[in-house]
T-cell receptor
Framework: QQPVQSPQAVILREGEDAVINCSSS?????VHWYRQKHGEAPVFLMI?????EQKGHEKISASFNEKKQQSSLYLTASQLSYSGTYFC???????????FGTGTRLKVLA | DAGVIQSPRHEVTEMGQEVTLRCKPI?????LFWYRQTMMRGLELLIY????????DSGMPEDRFSAKMPNASFSTLKIQPSEPRDSAVYFC?????????????FGPGTRLTVL
């Protein structure tokens, strides 16, 4: 039931782009994306809802494909501060809780 | 707003001892969650409270774990007796509204080490 994220890890140079995918075996109603720095709590990035538009925040955006039951996080022109582990949290319709994905470790090098 | 507050931030104890973790959610939030994070299992939901009532404790590993929320501003997670495999980071999170509308805010976590 845990959403599967891909890739598991990625290394980038500053300025490069990356895509992180989150796939669920269940029908989704909403998806949260979080970033967690080492030794810190997960920090909310954005929420996507079924039927909603693609969201964006600075150079980080995300999409939600209901039919494929997946969401993708797009990081463009990556910065050193983007390093961390990215988690998706998925929720089905009528549920109250998010199930978190397996995580994607992202490292941006200067 | 101070955010979600957890205490202690670090706890080191010996096997068999009782451990109590504390959480103060963001004022006005009616949902509270306890998570456990390990390298092997990632972020696992342990228990969910809504309006101070436990709604789903299916994630609680076993009877050694218990959680309470006596009022809207305080919750505890207790492990008795503790075992080395309980070593993990325990996060508390709170949310104001429903799943599709509101952000879930995490506390800084409690890093528990059971020797």
């Amino acid at each position: 039931q845990q959403p599967v994220q891909s890739p598991q890890a990625v290394i980038l140079r500053e300025g490069e782009d990356a895509v992180i995918n989150c796939s669920s075996s269940k029908a989704l109603y909403s998806v949260h994306w979080y970033r967690q720095k080492h030794g810190e709590a997960p920090v909310f990035l954005m929420i996507l809802l079924k039927g909603g538009e693609q969201k964006g925040h600075e150079k980080i955006s995300a999409s939600f494909n209901e039919k494929k039951q997946q969401s993708s996080l797009y990081l463009t022109a990556s910065q050193l501060s983007y390093s961390g582990t990215y988690f998706c949290g998925t929720a089905g319709s009528g549920t109250y809780k998010y199930i978190f994905g397996t995580g994607t470790r992202l490292k941006v090098l200067a | 707003d101070a955010g979600v507050i957890q205490s202690p931030r670090h706890e080191v104890t010996e096997m068999g001892q009782e451990v109590t973790l504390r959480c103060k959610p963001i004022s006005g939030h009616n949902s509270l969650f306890w998570y456990r994070q390990t390298m092997m299992r990632g972020l696992e939901l342990l228990i969910y409270f809504n309006n101070n009532v436990p709604i789903d404790d299916s994630g609680m590993p076993e009877d050694r774990f218990s959680a309470k929320m006596p009022n809207a501003s305080f919750s505890t997670l207790k492990i008795q007796p503790s075992e080395p495999r309980d070593s993990a980071v325990y996060f508390c999170a709170s949310r104001a509204g429903g799943v599709g509308t509101d952000t879930q805010y995490f506390g800084p976590g409690t890093r528990l080490t059971v020797l």
